[in-house]
């Protein structure tokens, strides 16, 4: 076939154009996040995946998700897949503070930033991550106690408390604990009789109040627990036990989650500390940003609040999750 010069024109804009797509392509190339969810385990970790998921998709970031199912083991498998996946960025939330070095220094050396979202890990080498993003546990573990503290001034004591904790080895079961301890040693009064996990599960925090109830009974005086849905299975341990929650024993949880505001407007759990799981856009944005090569802090603070029984109706209706 003859070509006069007119096609031969056309023919080499479009091999021109056509060298030139790929560049073009990479440049509008979807941001890409892989992360690393610890499971499904509570109300929070639930509104935490939804803040996700639609954060990525509202910001136009292709996320690659998976669930550990509280499996450390879970967790690296999935970071290791989304090295070889060539992510952008990856992002988990470490199901426990320990033994991630060997991982993130495979993140390091495949030049993928990571960023903390919710807990922090141990590590004596703060460059294997971007940021941590999330809330102070430690202050939440302090909002607990000084409520306590307040509440019972004008008791002389003794006041025993039975502890509901998160998951063993986790960042928030840890600070939450040291926080909450450092406030109410001031005062000998305070005893913690009983302490055990409960894994941050509905299920879980039921079965050791059964037990806490069976040793202790009517000698506990206080329930502090380490997030909202121990909480609330502990308080179904407390009922049918014959006794009051939030009457007969005083009850303070962690999360502020909307089952916990209805909990505490039917009047069985007294007060729940703040820690939101909406960290889905401010995540979003810090892909962005390091896509965009701007500096980060290493510390990134969630700001929240306490919410005693007395304001939970008024405060409901403000609830996202």
């Given at each position: 076939?003859?070509?006069?010069?007119?096609?031969?024109?056309i023919?080499l804009?479009?091999?021109?154009?056509?060298?030139?797509?790929?560049?073009?392509?990479?440049?509008?190339?979807?941001?890409?996040?892989?992360?690393?969810?610890?499971?499904?385990?509570?109300?929070?970790?639930?509104?935490?995946?939804?803040?996700?998921?639609?954060?990525?998709?509202?910001?136009?970031?292709?996320?690659?998700?998976?669930?550990?199912?509280?499996?450390?083991?879970?967790?690296?498998?999935?970071?290791?897949?989304?090295?070889?996946q060539k992510v952008?960025v990856?992002a988990f939330?470490?199901?426990?503070?320990?033994?991630?070095?060997?991982?993130?220094?495979?993140?390091?050396?495949?030049?993928?930033?990571?960023?903390?979202?919710?807990r922090?890990?141990?590590?004596?080498?703060?460059?294997?991550?971007?940021?941590?993003?999330?809330?102070?546990?430690v202050?939440?573990?302090?909002?607990a106690g000084?409520?306590?503290?307040?509440?019972?001034?004008?008791?002389?004591?003794?006041?025993?408390?039975?502890?509901?904790q998160?998951?063993?080895?986790?960042?928030?079961?840890i600070?939450?604990?040291?926080?909450?301890?450092?406030i109410?040693?001031?005062?000998?009064?305070?005893?913690?009789?009983?302490?055990?996990?409960?894994d941050?599960?509905?299920?879980?925090?039921?079965?050791?109040?059964?037990?806490?109830l069976?040793?202790?009974?009517?000698?506990?005086?206080?329930?502090?627990?380490h997030?909202?849905?121990?909480?609330i299975?502990?308080?179904?341990?407390?009922?049918?036990?014959?006794?009051?929650?939030?009457?007969?024993?005083?009850?303070?949880?962690?999360?502020?989650?909307?089952?916990?505001?209805?909990?505490?407007?039917a009047g069985?759990?007294?007060?729940?500390?703040?820690?939101?799981?909406?960290?889905?856009?401010?995540l979003?944005?810090?892909?962005?940003?390091?896509?965009?090569?701007?500096?980060?802090?290493?510390?990134?603070?969630?700001?929240?609040?306490?919410f005693p029984?007395?304001?939970?109706?008024?405060?409901?209706p403000?609830?996202?999750?």
């Amino acid at each position: 076939m003859k070509l006069n010069r007119r096609t031969l024109n056309i023919a080499l804009a479009s091999a021109t154009l056509s060298s030139l797509l790929p560049a073009t392509a990479l440049a509008q190339k979807k941001p890409v996040l892989g992360f690393a969810q610890v499971g499904a385990e509570s109300e929070w970790r639930t509104a935490n995946t939804e803040s996700i998921k639609s954060a990525a998709a509202d910001a136009g970031i292709e996320l690659k998700f998976s669930d550990a199912q509280q499996k450390q083991e879970n967790q690296i498998k999935a970071i290791r897949s989304y090295i070889a996946q060539k992510v952008d960025v990856i992002a988990f939330s470490p199901v426990v503070e320990s033994g991630w070095d060997t991982v993130l220094l495979e993140a390091k050396a495949a030049k993928i930033p990571v960023v903390l979202t919710d807990r922090s890990v141990n590590t004596k080498d703060d460059s294997l991550y971007v940021t941590f993003m999330g809330s102070d546990f430690v202050e939440e573990g302090r909002k607990a106690g000084r409520w306590l503290v307040e509440k019972e001034k004008g008791n002389p004591g003794p006041i025993n408390i039975v502890e509901l904790q998160g998951t063993v080895g986790s960042a928030p079961a840890i600070d939450r604990k040291k926080g909450f301890e450092e406030i109410i040693k001031a005062d000998p009064k305070f005893k913690i009789i009983r302490s055990q996990t409960g894994d941050f599960t509905r299920a879980k925090g039921k079965e050791v109040m059964e037990a806490f109830l069976k040793a202790e009974g009517k000698k506990i005086n206080v329930l502090f627990a380490h997030n909202d849905d121990m909480a609330i299975g502990a308080i179904q341990a407390i009922e049918e036990a014959g006794m009051k929650p939030a009457q007969d024993i005083i009850i303070i949880s962690i999360d502020a989650v909307k089952g916990a505001f209805e909990a505490m407007m039917a009047g069985k759990l007294n007060v729940s500390v703040e820690c939101s799981p909406l960290l889905g856009p401010q995540l979003m944005a810090a892909v962005a940003d390091i896509k965009a090569g701007k500096p980060l802090p290493k510390r990134i603070l969630t700001k929240e609040g306490i919410f005693p029984m007395e304001v939970a109706k008024a405060e409901f209706p403000n609830r996202k999750y």
